[in-house]
Nanobody
Framework: QVQLVESGGGLVQAGGSLRLTCAVS????????MGWFRQAPGKEREFVAF????????YYADSVKGRFTISRDNAKNTVYLQMNGLKPEDTAVYYC????????????????WGQGTQVTVSS
């Protein structure tokens, strides 16, 4: 049974930082590109960042570039999202996801999803 479990969300003031963690089990973690997406109320789920299987390549949405950093630890089957300089517009439910086939930036590219963790940034 594949499980992706996000943690680390919460309430933070604008300019603050949070570190999200996604613990993965039930799949060959090092074979998957891992991504982070987010969904704000009333909006579609959007791409935030991905990291390839060995951590050698990462890609970010323009809206988070320079503020967020994605990383992974294949020994721990875990992917992280360090979020600095948070803004109220970063408020959303954040999801991690696993992509077996490539370095996807679309929701449809991903095979497995977590349940999400809420991030709220106050102004």
């Amino acid at each position: 049974q594949v499980q992706l479990v996000e943690s680390g969300g919460g309430l933070v003031q604008a300019g603050g930082s949070l570190r999200l963690t996604c613990a993965v089990s039930g799949l060959s973690f090092s074979s998957y590109t891992m991504g982070w997406f987010r969904q704000a109320p009333g909006k579609e789920r959007e791409f935030v960042a991905f990291i390839n299987w060995n951590g050698g390549n990462g890609y970010y949405a323009d809206s988070v570039k320079g503020r967020f950093t994605i990383s992974r630890d294949n020994a721990k089957n875990t992917v992280y999202l360090q979020m600095n300089g948070l803004k109220p517009e970063d408020t959303a439910v954040y999801y991690c996801a696993a992509d077996r086939s490539g370095e996807g930036k679309e929701v449809a590219d991903y095979d497995y999803w977590g349940q999400g963790t809420q991030v709220t940034v106050s102004s």
